[in-house]
């Protein structure tokens, strides 16, 4: 071989030797090129920190879940009010004589004209009325309110004017009489467009007496006596009167009656309370608002009266311009200062349930 051959393949030789040392070179750029990442193995160092440890729950617990809002008490900075209602009852004998005769029509509209304007002074002095109808008044109104009389009360009738236009709270009253109980009555004012009340609005409580009225039947719904399909359930007791209101007990409070034989003892089950009526009189109301003053009856005791503004109070002669400024300016002016709330019934055993806990007093003086 001669001198030019071995100098070819020494050129060919260092060629191969130059390509075999680029080859990772280019496998790494073509890796590159097909998408995948170049890293350089790591090696430990003796310097290296440590690698941090697992981040540590606080020790400041997380807040509580919300709980519901408890009813605020009564305000320790204010005076405690006595809580009064206004009311009226129409008797079973109202309006008078048989219904399809002309002196009971004109006794009807007679009582109708003074209940409305009744009601529009209440609603001008923003004082809460409840009104508490027995059966007769009721029959009454569904026979005599047609359209031209109602054409004069919006076209609806005196009940549903005086409740819905002049904010007059509408109870149930009934001597259960006249084969009507306190179901029947409640059916008639749904009848009428103003049920829903569960007041049972005046009954004899003292169960020595023959006409006790058996106030814990209503533990349970009712049925109707004329209209036995009807059932109604009473659980707010106003009035504990006797016959003829001739030795009611004086007494004011809420409590729920434990049994008949044990009226004024309360029971913490049980499902009907009692409201208080004390006096029947502004005396009574004056005398209660005395009893907080003077600490002899703590505020966390809700002291409750009631005040019967009679039909016979609002047909009289000035009777209106009297009930205003014997009865309802007086006590306008005791609200005013926070010393009484007007309310009605169902709102004042809201009031007991919410702001005083539902929590039993009573107040009697002592003899």
Same mark, same amino acid.
């Given at each position: 071989?001669?001198?030019?051959?071995n100098?070819?393949?020494?050129a060919?030789?260092?060629?191969?030797?130059?390509?075999?040392?680029?080859?990772?070179?280019?496998? *790494?750029? %073509?890796? =590159?090129?097909?998408?995948?990442? +170049?890293?350089?193995?790591?090696?430990?160092s003796?310097?290296? &920190?440590? #690698?941090?440890?697992?981040?540590?729950?606080s020790?400041?617990?997380?807040?509580?879940?919300?709980t519901?809002?408890?009813?605020?008490?009564?305000?320790?900075?204010?005076?405690?009010?006595?809580?009064?209602?206004?009311?009226?009852?129409?008797?079973?004998?109202?309006p008078?004589?048989?219904?399809?005769?002309?002196?009971?029509?004109? *006794?009807? %509209?007679? =009582?109708?004209?003074?209940?409305? +304007?009744?009601?529009?002074?209440?609603?001008?002095?923003a004082? &809460?009325? #409840?009104?508490e109808?027995?059966?007769?008044f009721?029959?009454?109104?569904?026979?005599?309110?047609?359209?031209?009389r109602?054409?004069?009360?919006g076209?609806v009738?005196?009940?549903?004017?005086?409740?819905?236009?002049?904010?007059?709270?509408?109870?149930?009253h009934?001597?259960?009489?006249?084969?009507?109980?306190?179901?029947?009555?409640?059916? %008639?004012l749904?009848?009428?467009?103003?049920?829903?009340?569960?007041?049972?609005?005046?009954?004899?409580?003292?169960p020595?007496?023959?006409?006790?009225q058996?106030?814990?039947?209503?533990?349970?719904?009712?049925?109707?006596?004329?209209?036995?399909?009807?059932?109604?359930?009473?659980?707010?007791?106003?009035?504990?009167?006797?016959?003829?209101?001739?030795?009611?007990?004086v007494?004011?409070?809420?409590?729920r009656?434990?049994?008949?034989?044990n009226?004024?003892?309360?029971d913490?089950?049980?499902?009907?309370?009692?409201?208080?009526?004390?006096t029947?009189?502004?005396?009574?109301v004056s005398?209660?608002?005395?009893?907080?003053?003077?600490?002899?009856?703590?505020?966390?005791?809700?002291l409750?009266?009631?005040?019967?503004?009679?039909?016979?109070?609002?047909?009289?002669?000035?009777?209106?311009?009297?009930?205003?400024?014997?009865?309802?300016?007086?006590?306008?002016?005791?609200?005013?200062?926070?010393?009484?709330?007007?309310t009605d019934?169902?709102?004042?055993?809201?009031?007991?349930?919410?702001?005083?806990?539902?929590k039993?007093?009573?107040?009697?003086?002592?003899?």
């Open positions: 071989m001669g001198a030019a051959e100098m070819k393949r020494r060919r030789a260092g060629l191969l030797a130059a390509w075999i040392g680029l080859a990772p070179l280019v496998i *790494s750029a %073509l890796g =590159l090129a097909c998408g995948q990442t +170049a890293t350089e193995p790591t090696q430990p003796a310097t290296a &920190p440590p #690698s941090s440890p697992p981040p540590v729950a020790a400041t617990p997380p807040p509580p879940s919300p519901p809002p408890v009813p605020p008490g009564p305000d320790p900075s204010q005076p405690t009010p006595v809580h009064v209602v206004l009311f009226t009852h129409i008797e079973d004998n109202t008078a004589g048989p219904l399809d005769a002309p002196q009971a029509r004109t *006794s009807y %509209l007679n =009582l109708r004209a003074r209940l409305i +304007a009744m009601g529009e002074l209440a609603r001008r002095l004082v &809460p009325w #409840s009104l109808p027995d059966w007769k009721l029959l009454a109104a569904q026979s005599f309110e047609d359209a031209d109602m054409a004069s009360t076209g009738n005196v009940l549903r004017h005086l409740r819905d236009t002049l904010g007059v709270i509408i109870d149930p009934s001597h259960e009489s006249g084969g009507y109980n306190y179901t029947d009555v409640a059916h %008639l749904s009848s009428l467009g103003v049920g829903g009340s569960t007041v049972i609005g005046g009954h004899i409580w003292d020595a007496l023959p006409q006790f058996q106030w814990d039947r209503f533990r349970a719904p009712v049925s109707g006596l004329r209209y036995p399909t009807a059932t109604w359930r009473g659980d707010i007791l106003m009035g504990s009167g006797t016959p003829n209101h001739v030795n009611d007990p007494v004011s409070g809420v409590w009656p434990r049994d008949r034989d009226y004024f003892e309360d913490p089950l049980g499902n009907i309370a009692c409201v208080g009526a004390f029947h009189d502004l005396a009574g005398d209660l608002v005395e009893r907080y003053r003077t600490g002899e009856v703590a505020s966390s005791c809700m409750t009266t009631s005040y019967h503004i009679r039909p016979a109070d609002l047909l009289a002669p000035s009777g209106l311009a009297s009930i205003e400024s014997t009865v309802l300016q007086p006590l306008v002016t005791l609200r005013g200062s926070g010393k009484i709330a007007l019934f169902t709102g004042l055993v809201s009031t007991w349930k919410q702001r005083f806990g539902a039993a007093c009573q107040y009697m003086p002592k003899k």
